[in-house]
């Protein structure tokens, strides 16, 4: 098995929880970054937020720092925006061939996933998606126990039978 920890974050928080994965399971790590940054007060990012995914927007990223061809396992962390994966996540999701990888999905968010994991199985066809790690905050905050994010990487490195 060779596993990516590929992961989106605005603001620090999916960052936080992807690295903490990274270093259970040993995995190599890339992070999505779009070419033009979110900017603005928290409020503007919000609703550009939502135009974008209102629209489905696949925003031009920076090209990853790896070849996602080599990996069979994909651990693939978004912050949630709008109820689902943040824009930039999906140029990636739909620029990639994702048959025969398995992908473990995790997503932070304040407390409302809406269909983040549903959309990600939608997105990418061909590919085993597993149950997704759903990490609640308030603010920079985990509420989330890091016991579950244990339990969930533990899963991972056993084959992933859940
Ligand atoms: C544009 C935008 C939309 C958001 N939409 C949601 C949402 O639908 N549900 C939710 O629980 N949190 C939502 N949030 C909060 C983030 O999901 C949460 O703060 C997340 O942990 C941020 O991760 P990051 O620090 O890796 O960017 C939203 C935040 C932003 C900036």
Not at 74 to 103: E, Q
Request: glycine share 10%; net charge neutral; with cysteine.
């Amino acid at each position: 098995m060779k596993g990516l920890v590929l992961y989106y974050s605005y603001s620090g928080n999916t960052e936080k929880v992807a690295k903490m994965i990274q270093r259970a399971t040993g995995f190599d790590i890339a992070e999505i970054k779009p070419v033009k940054n979110y900017e603005g007060d928290y409020n503007s990012v919000v609703n550009q937020g939502k135009k974008e995914v209102d629209n489905r927007v696949e925003p031009e990223i920076v090209d990853l720092k790896c070849d996602l061809s080599q990996y069979d396992t994909v651990v693939l962390g978004s912050p949630v925006w709008w109820y689902t994966f943040a824009p930039p996540v999906r140029t990636v999701l739909s620029g990639n061939n994702w048959s025969g990888k398995v992908i473990y999905p995790f997503a932070t968010n304040g407390g409302w996933l809406g269909h983040t994991f549903e959309d990600i199985k939608d997105m990418c066809r061909g590919a085993e998606v597993k149950s997704g790690l759903n990490l609640k905050f308030s603010g920079t905050a985990m509420k989330t126990k890091k016991d579950e994010i244990e339990k969930w990487t533990e899963n991972i490195k056993q084959g992933g039978e859940l």
